[in-house]
């Protein structure tokens, strides 16, 4: 039977690919790759990266067959999970069309883990529900941002007794507002806690681009320390071409 891998490669350093996705990278034929092709800043630099990976932990070169990515309305559409689902489905089509036109195992190559904000999952389940290609599949677990940025930080991401809540920087206000007080909060392009109210009342320990040569780490109370993450996520991007940022936020005893 036909395999197709989801492997997780973890945040960017060739040092953070576990034994066991060395070896599944080592065992397809090929792997698929999605090129977004919609000028996202720091594509280039994250290809890079992927390709590092594999230059390290290859025994062999594989081919690397890239999909153009469908356009994906990114505007905050009023029906958000329709659009992410049409997104979906063309993805599938396309990840379709290009496994039936090259034959053998399959490999994704899933930033972090595959099952944080990642959507390989559902687009080759997708693919399999369509019914036109048979195959098996099967997840490898990667280090995810969220596993660094606590080793960095040597942080236990829950409090002794408390639940840990993760959310995008869309959810933050809301998740917030609700009571959530132990949030890690990722795809926060907009860096959504400097509009929290009372910035005095949170501690946050962030991370940029960790795992990579520009990577960036900051703590403190929120108020007082807001001005230098700002500052800090502009250098790393200036120097990186591309900042992705991970944080913890936990809200302080009154
Ligand atoms: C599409 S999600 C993918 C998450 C990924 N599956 C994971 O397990 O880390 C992208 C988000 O992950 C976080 N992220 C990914 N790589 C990162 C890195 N090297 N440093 C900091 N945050 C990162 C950022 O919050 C970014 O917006």
Redesign the pocket.
């Known amino acids: 039977m036909r395999r197709v891998r989801i492997i997780?490669i973890g945040?960017?350093h060739p040092d953070q690919v576990t034994v066991e996705a060395v070896r599944a990278m080592n065992e397809v034929d090929y792997f698929l790759v999605p090129d977004k092709t919609d000028g996202h800043a720091g594509t280039g630099e994250l290809l890079r990266a992927r390709e590092e990976i594999c230059r390290r932990h290859l025994s062999s070169p594989r081919p690397i067959v890239t999909v153009p990515d469908p356009e994906r309305d990114r505007d905050d559409p009023a029906d958000y999970r329709k659009a992410v689902e049409d997104w979906h489905e063309a993805r599938a089509a396309a990840f379709e069309q290009a496994m039936a036109a090259h034959p053998g195992d399959v490999g994704f190559l899933?930033?972090?883990?595959?099952?944080?904000?990642?959507s390989t999952i559902r687009v080759v389940e997708r693919v399999l529900a369509r019914g036109r290609l048979a195959f098996d599949y099967d997840v490898v677990p990667?280090?995810?941002?969220?596993h660094?940025?606590a080793a960095r930080h040597r942080l236990v991401l829950n409090d002794i007794g408390t639940s840990l809540t993760v959310a995008t920087g869309r959810r933050l206000p809301a998740e917030a507002a609700a009571g959530a007080d132990n949030l890690v909060?990722?795809?926060?392009?907009a860096l959504r806690c400097a509009a929290l109210p009372s910035p005095s009342s949170w501690w946050i320990w962030w991370?940029?681009?960790?795992?990579?040569p520009h990577?960036s780490l900051a703590a403190g109370r929120l108020d007082r320390v807001l001005d230098e993450i700002l500052r800090v996520r502009a250098e790393t991007r200036n120097a990186s071409g591309w900042v992705?940022?991970?944080y913890l936020m936990r809200r302080l005893p009154r």
């Open positions: 997780g945040p960017g899933v930033w972090g883990d595959p099952s944080l904000y990642d990667g280090v995810s941002s969220l660094l940025l909060v990722m795809l926060d392009g991370g940029a681009n960790l795992g990579s990577e992705m940022d991970t």
